[in-house]
């Protein structure tokens, strides 16, 4: 008994004027028709909005005053939230009171003054515990095995990934790196496509161009070879940022990863015209280092 005398529920109130002393005349009989009668409202705690059919119980103690189980008066709120109980002995009573989607409220009250007594109860929402949210961060198998993530999470030349592609609404890779530190684009004609170039030991130079790990050489531009559409990760290092496996040339590299068909959405492979550009420029390359 002297535990539930303590209990607080949280988030749950009940107010009257008459809540007092504890230590006072318990109630004697179940229902007294010379009894208090209680009448109230049950609201919503924060709205304060009347709430329907809610179920309003009274208990008193057992004989042993070990619990408050007995039930000693019950009424329904109507549709205004209104209620009225049987008549009560002035006491010490639990008050229980619940409804649906609230949280139940449970805590001492004293029965005494005048008959009715006027009480208002205030429920709180019942909080909802709602599933785990996971969050699933999708990257490429192929990036992954090749380093670009652990290259992009240390800061080593400039990034650009799928999503971010998408973002720019560029349709050439030229554009999307144009603000790339230390990089510039030039052309040879106004009708031609632009080439990368970079400045390295005061002078300005072309860097090569890696693509999926294969090294078409400099002399070629990018938008020759493929469209941002075709691309799932670009990077672009100049020469102290170059991975060691790509180091070949002192002017620094433009790394270009193609889609990964594991990351969903459409896919293209390069058309015809690319694949024959990228074949020339790699026969040309071999035929240069024989």
């Not at 161009?209 to 990018?222: A, C, E, Y």
């Not at 015809?272 to 420029?281: I, Y």
Request: proline residues 5%; hydrophobic residues 40%.
């Amino acid at each position: 008994m002297k535990t539930f005398l303590r209990q607080a529920i949280l988030g749950t109130v009940i107010s009257f004027p008459f809540l007092g002393s504890v230590a006072a005349q318990e109630p004697t009989s179940t229902s007294d028709p010379g009894g208090i009668v209680v009448v109230g409202t049950v609201q919503d705690r924060l709205l304060q909005q009347e709430l329907p059919h809610a179920l309003v119980e009274f208990f008193r103690p057992t004989a042993d005053d070990s619990a408050f189980t007995v039930l000693a008066a019950q009424a329904v709120a109507d549709a205004e939230g209104h209620f009225r109980t049987a008549g009560l002995a002035p006491g010490l009573y639990r008050l229980q009171v619940e409804t649906l989607g609230y949280q139940t409220l449970d805590q001492a009250v004293r029965v005494e003054g005048a008959s009715p007594m006027d009480i208002t109860i205030h429920l709180a929402l019942e909080a909802i515990e709602l599933d785990a949210l996971v969050v699933v961060s999708l990257r490429s198998r192929s990036l992954e095995s090749h380093g670009f993530y652990d290259r992009r999470a240390q800061g080593m030349g400039a990034t650009f990934t799928r999503a971010e592609i998408e973002a720019s609404g560029y349709m050439q890779v030229t554009d999307i790196i144009r603000n790339a530190r230390g990089l510039t684009l030039r052309r040879s004609s106004p009708a031609s496509s632009p080439h990368v170039v970079m400045r390295a030991g005061g002078s300005a130079c072309r860097p090569d161009i890696i693509l999926d790990g294969v090294n078409m050489g400099s002399n070629l531009s990018i938008d020759d070879v493929v469209s941002a559409g075709d691309v799932e990760a670009i990077e672009v290092h100049r020469t102290t940022s170059i991975p060691p496996q790509f180091r070949q040339s002192s002017c620094g590299a433009v790394l270009l990863w193609t889609r990964d068909p594991h990351m969903g959405g459409p896919t293209r492979p390069l058309d015809t015209a690319r694949l024959g550009v990228a074949a020339g420029f790699l026969f040309l390359t071999y035929l240069l280092i024989r």
